[in-house]
Each structure stands twice: as C-alpha cells, then as structure tokens.
C-alpha cells in the first residue's frame, strides 16, 4: 500500500488549498478513506471520510461546510478541497486508507497512511 499527498503549502486566512492523495497497491474503489491531520503539539484529529463509492461523507465539525472530500474511483485518487481557510487550519495533513468500506471516523479503522503534506494558514 502507498498512498501520497500532495498539494500543500502557504494560504492566507479565506483562501483554498485543494490536497490529494494518490493511492496505490490495493483495491482503492474497495475501501473507506479519510483525511485527518496533526498541528503542532496535539494528537493526530479526524477532519473527513468517504465510504467507497463516494456517495457518503462524514465531516469534522470544525470543518463541516468548508471543506469537501472526493474521491476518483477511476484515478485511485482521493482529495480534500479547502476553502475559507483559518490559522487552526494549519497542520500536517494525512490521507489514511480504511480497513472498511463504509464510512468511519475511529483512527484505529485505520490501517495505512500517508507521510503527509504541510497546511499552513497565515497572513
């Protein structure tokens, strides 16, 4: 399994950055994914999951409205488009691959992830 973010980098505070994860060596339409992140100091914090098809999401709160995950089935692709973007946004973000199919936030559902890309939110 590999799975690689890209897509980071510098945004100012009501900006958009868009992350995706190409994923490789599995079954990528077969499972759940999801994103989390980690900001300096603090524990690794759930923000999005997808069940496999794509037809369900389940968001954070802190996130809920301005942020969307999708995924292509057809690229092994997975991607977060963040938009209105705040300072607490700022964090190492992670795509994780799922042991299921169905939507879950539980970090322990998650059995592979990626090394991550650098989101920082700064005027």
């Known amino acids: 399994v590999q799975l690689v973010e890209s897509g980071g980098g510098l945004a100012q505070p009501g900006g958009s950055l868009t992350l995706s994860c190409a994923a490789s060596g599995f079954a990528f339409s077969s499972y759940a994914m999801g994103w989390y992140r980690q900001a300096p100091g603090k524990g690794r914090e759930f923000v999005a999951t997808?069940?496999?098809?794509?037809?369900?999401?389940y968001y954070a709160d802190s996130v809920k409205g301005r942020f969307t995950i999708s995924r292509d089935n057809a690229k092994n692709t997975l991607s977060l488009q963040m938009n209105s973007l705040k300072p607490e946004d700022t964090a190492l973000y992670y795509c994780?691959?799922?042991?299921?199919?169905?939507?879950?936030?539980?970090?322990?559902?998650?059995?592979?992830w990626g090394q991550g890309t650098q989101v920082t939110v700064s005027s």
């Open positions: 994780a691959k799922s042991r299921r199919t169905l939507i879950t936030r539980g970090i322990l559902e998650y059995d592979d």
């Open positions: 997808i069940n496999w098809s794509g037809g369900t999401t």
